[in-house]
């Protein structure tokens, strides 16, 4: 492979920018400055989530722009601190770091490093299909519950009141027992920035809300002296870049690490892919699921080593991007300088922005994850995926975000295997007059063909699911209303047999065949046909009676049976 065919595999971002329209430099301009007006505060909000110093938010979200405009694949896509991803951090670190805010920076750092070498490798070994791991149902519990922990956990924050840190009933509890501490200024403050948050977003929807937000509050908290009436306030921030500094780590650290970073892959990797996709979809384009995994892992690389945490796509910064007319990767570059400029010259007024302010951020974010009327559609359409949601969801609000991911996903793969196992099947007659052949449950005027029994299985016939097979096939036998003398299964839905499945079919044959009854496969197919031959069950079963197409069989068994 040459090298301008590598940087176009590896960095196709880079290959991008290197044939750049200039009339797209303008509008990629404005969306830089307005991705970055609301970068600033998220950000800083977000480092809150993931427990780390609010300078820290800010370190995260400046290599990621630059990593994702070199690898990636969207053109809208912003990779940022997520609210998703950053209450996966603080589950994972937290109880590690014990309290020791220096130890908790180096363990989010290492986190968001090994993050990024699993998505890394993903990519390389062609995981981007893992984008459709996370089922619908899994997601809409996954985000819906992470929106309450996140209200939830900022309940203290914007009213003052010092809560221990615990699962989300436990915290409501606390809360509701402790309400005489609430701190009138703190809350006050808290109150208001969160209704100027919605008032903007129904009213002024393209104005940067949280911006707005911040530079009042910051105006406010000066000009009434609130840190003087006890308000908490942010305190100073380190201005400019920090230096590229290893982590410091037990080697203890390493196994819940890896862990925790597994599940945040797959996580912040789906999460981003909803959202590039969506974006892909409404502009027209394609994106490559491996290369964005790719991309993901250099984005968390490059966060990591500026002392920042794991990120993933922003689809609150994505939306702002695509809704001002962003073009092309270069958005995010012009965002990651104006967050540089950010650092080296305006940290100072940062110091006197109110906490609570940032906890409204962060409880209006987290609404914008609720998704009440897709739980309401979920119950009306699929109990059984219905109550998976809420599995999820309650699993996030009480064992915790990764356990309760886990449960949920095991439970989805039970379900799977139980599905798989006992799939959908049917006995198939004929309708005078229509053509083809129909459900007799289904269609009551169906009637089956004299002497035959069809029956098609609409699923893989292979190990898990063989012995149910024959169960069927052994009751449809039974409950045919004449004699039987041919079974002729109907293979055009039955994509895949394995050994097990042809072993089974081996069986079933013989038992047929002692009953005096033949068995016919029709419709055979791609690797069903060769691994009937493969196995020599072609021979067996005899070639004569492995058609091609139902109906050749049907008419090639009716006539045979009217010779004798």
């Known amino acids: 492979m040459g090298a301008p065919q590598a940087i176009r595999r590896f960095a196709p971002g880079l290959t991008a920018l290197g044939s750049y329209d200039r009339a797209w430099l303008r509008d990629d301009l404005v969306a830089g400055v307005s991705v970055a007006a609301v970068a600033v505060p998220i950000a800083i909000a977000y480092s809150q989530l993931a427990g780390v110093p609010p300078v820290n938010g800010l370190y995260a979200s400046i290599l990621p722009l630059v990593a994702y405009a070199v690898f990636g694949t969207s053109r809208q896509l912003i990779v940022a601190p997520d609210a998703a991803t950053c209450a996966i951090i603080a ?34 070994g062609r995981l981007g299909f893992l984008a459709n791991f996370l089922s619908r ?10 929106a309450i922990s ?70 406010a908290s000066r000009l009434f002296g609130l840190a003087g009436h006890g308000v908490a306030v942010l305190g100073a921030i380190p201005a400019g870049l920090p230096a590229l500094t290893l982590p410091h780590i037990a080697p203890d650290d390493l196994l819940p690490l890896a862990y925790g970073a ?29 290369q964005e995994f790719i991309a993901l892992g250099m984005a968390d690389i490059g966060a990591g080593a500026l002392q920042g945490f794991a990120v993933s796509g922003a689809d609150s910064r994505t939306a702002v991007n695509d809704a001002v007319g962003g073009k092309s990767q270069a958005t995010g570059l012009v965002a990651a300088v104006l967050l540089v400029l950010t650092l080296v010259f305006f940290t100072g007024p940062l110091a006197s ?28 359409t699929s109990k059984p995926e219905f109550r998976l949601a809420i599995i999820t969801l309650l699993g996030v609000i009480t064992v915790g975000v990764l356990p309760g991911v886990v449960v949920a996903i095991t439970i989805a793969l039970v379900q799977l295997v139980a599905k798989a196992s006992h799939p959908h099947d049917a006995v198939l007659g004929r309708i005078a007059g229509v053509d083809g052949f129909h459900n007799l449950r289904r269609r009551p005027e169906a009637e089956p063909v004299p002497g035959m029994v069809i029956f098609r299985w ?5 190990f898990f699911n063989a012995d149910r097979f024959k169960s069927r096939v052994r009751s449809v036998v039974a409950e045919s209303r004449g004699p039987v003398r041919y079974v002729v299964i109907d293979a055009e839905s039955m994509p895949q047999l394995d050994i097990t499945g042809a072993a089974g ?24 046909s060769d ?8 021979d067996r079963i005899g070639a004569h009676l492995c058609v091609r197409t139902l109906d050749a069989a049907v008419a090639q068994l009716l006539q045979v049976s009217s010779q004798k």
Not at 265 to 284: D, E
Not at 358 to 363: E, R
């Open 353 to 380: 922005l109110p906490i609570a302010v940032l906890a409204a951020i962060l409880i209006s974010s987290a609404i914008g994850l609720f998704d009440v009327p897709g739980l309401v559609a979920l119950r009306r």
């Open 91 to 124: 589950s994972v670190v937290v109880p590690l770091a014990g309290g020791d805010v220096a130890r908790h920076v180096s363990l989010a750092m290492t986190l968001a490093v090994i993050t990024g070498v699993i998505c890394i490798a993903a990519g390389l």
């Open 150 to 219: 996140i209200i939830t956990g900022q309940l203290g924050k914007l009213s003052g009141v010092q809560l221990t840190p615990s699962g989300s009933f436990r915290q409501v509890a606390e809360f509701g027992a402790r309400l005489g501490e609430v701190h009138g200024w703190t809350l006050a403050v808290g109150v208001a920035a969160f209704a100027g948050l919605r008032a903007l977003k129904h009213v002024a929807p393209k104005v940067p809300a949280p911006l707005v937000a911040v530079v009042v509050a910051i105006a």
């Open 458 to 462: 609409d699923a893989p016939l292979v």
């Open 505 to 528: 079919l081996g069986e079933l044959h013989a038992e047929l065949a002692g009953r005096q009854i033949g068995l016919a496969i029709a419709g055979e197919h791609g690797q069903l």
């Open 262 to 290: 597994v599940g945040l892959a797959l996580i912040s990797f789906n999460s981003a892919m909803v959202t590039a996709r969506g974006f892909a979809v409404k502009n027209r384009y394609d994106i490559d699921p491996n």
């Open 531 to 538: 691994m009937l031959s493969r196995s020599m069950l072609r």
């Open 137 to 146: 149902p899994i997601l809409a519990g996954y985000l819906n519950g992470i």
